[in-house]
């Protein structure tokens, strides 16, 4: 199938070359003239364009892979050009305004289906770009109404052929939701613990714990800012709900109550260890 | 040389192994005769003993791998068994009050020295024990005026042939300021975000990410509800120091305050680079 991706960084460009393993034909856009080079060069998409418009009477399938706010500004730039039956998708970690839009935005016979593919890594660029990172992780579709089963069953076999382990369908409403837990919530985590270090020497004394717990504190600002703020009432409701809970083991702290801190440690364990079957 | 191990958990069961293999005659202490006999069938002793008193004697070196206050009754009941010139140490995770009450303790011609080799896992029991777990780790010992240049020495040396990368001298009370932030703070963070999570479904939805960061939230709550109290006021200090700096990124997602956040990220991403190295 011939397939546009629309931005070559890592993702992009780590979707593109696990779509070219799989047999389709990838044209990679991009506005960085570098970054087609590397994707040809380095036999990561079929052919590289650095105008959208090109590409978008040639394919079935159109993903981008730029930011939330670009993918809406190309659309509308291009508005025109879009080829009827062609379905649309992108790989945004936020998804209820984004769908909306999209789905307001594109013509009746275009249709946009979000996707949101669990994988990264925090370095940006195809140079990083790896298909092996969708291995195991988690697929998620976001379906509304608008969607149409042959659309979402092409989304979800591309998933498979990328090698996801889990593909699940969630409203973009309810993606927004668990994703203000799993990933904002952790990341604006890994940042304030980060940046409440006023100690010159910590580095010297870190353990496992520490640098697990802030390899994600090193993050795309101009990336993440904007998903936090497209989602932002939900992540508010998650930071206060981790700072009740902190709170519990602040106040038994200073109250010397050792029941309740293991009361805490043992629902933790049992709750995480869910996780590890 | 001779050295007693009191307590084959996880950490004493690795220690002892690690001695054994660099050429010591390694004693192993526990009340659990199952924990012996797993110890001495798997060669990762020399001999084990239900009773302290009969290994104090024999050895140069008495290492405690027990809870803070296990070692202190244990050194209280056996006060009268302890050889002049016996090197005392253990492992335990804070430091100011367990140093203090341990050289208070012991009389004159035993020394005691405060080592945290800051290694784990998020199991217990000698059965999950392998020295391997020190290869990188950092090694911190504590001295106080008290301590003689021999002693230091030779504890130095034990961190060296049992693999660690780093081996730093901190004094106690550092050590524990030191430690609320990289160790502790950590694990409450881990603890409360898992802790804050009322959806059932979250856990088909977790990324790379989520389960990095609450590892650690398996914890040993007997254990760690006492380290935590140990160190409380370093602990409540840092907790606070950290919810102030999540406070400034809440706010600004309630001010839609992209500017802010952008600083918050960029600031973080540069700090823990300079980890990455």
């Not at 101009?222 to 932002?232: I, P, Q």
Request: hydrophobic share 35%.
């Amino acid at each position: 199938m011939k397939i546009a991706v629309v931005g070559l960084g890592l993702i992009g460009a780590s979707v593109s070359k696990g779509l070219l393993d799989n047999g389709h034909e990838v044209y990679g856009v991009d506005i960085d003239q570098d970054a087609i080079n590397y994707c040809e060069k380095n036999k990561l998409i079929s052919k590289g364009f650095s105008d959208m418009g090109e590409v978008l009477e040639k394919c079935k399938i159109v993903l981008f892979s730029v930011y939330p706010k670009t993918m809406i500004s190309l659309t509308e730039k291009y508005i025109d050009k879009f080829k009827k039956g062609t379905i649309v998708t992108d790989v945004s970690g936020v998804k209820k305004e984004v769908v909306a839009k999209m789905q307001r935005l594109l013509p009746t016979d275009v249709e946009f289906v979000g996707v949101h593919p669990m994988a990264g890594r925090e370095k940006i660029g195809a140079e990083y770009s790896d298909p092996n990172i969708f291995k195991g992780a988690n697929y998620i579709i976001t379906p509304t109404e608008e969607n149409s089963p042959s659309a979402l069953k092409l989304l979800e076999d591309i998933g498979i052929e990328l090698g996801f382990k889990k593909i699940s369908y969630l409203t973009p409403e309810r993606h927004d939701e668990m994703i203000a837990f799993t990933s904002q919530l952790t990341h604006a985590i890994a940042v304030a613990l980060v940046n409440s270090d006023k100690d010159p020497d910590t580095y010297n004394f870190t353990g496992d714990s520490y640098r697990e717990l802030t390899r994600i504190a090193m993050i795309n600002g101009d990336l993440w800012s904007e998903l936090f703020l497209e989602n932002r009432e939900n992540l508010i409701d998650r930071i206060e709900e981790f700072q009740e809970r902190l709170d519990i083991i602040k106040e038994a702290l200073k109250n010397n109550d050792r029941k309740t801190l293991i009361t805490e440690f043992e629902k933790s364990t049992k709750k995480r260890l869910t996780l590890e079957k």
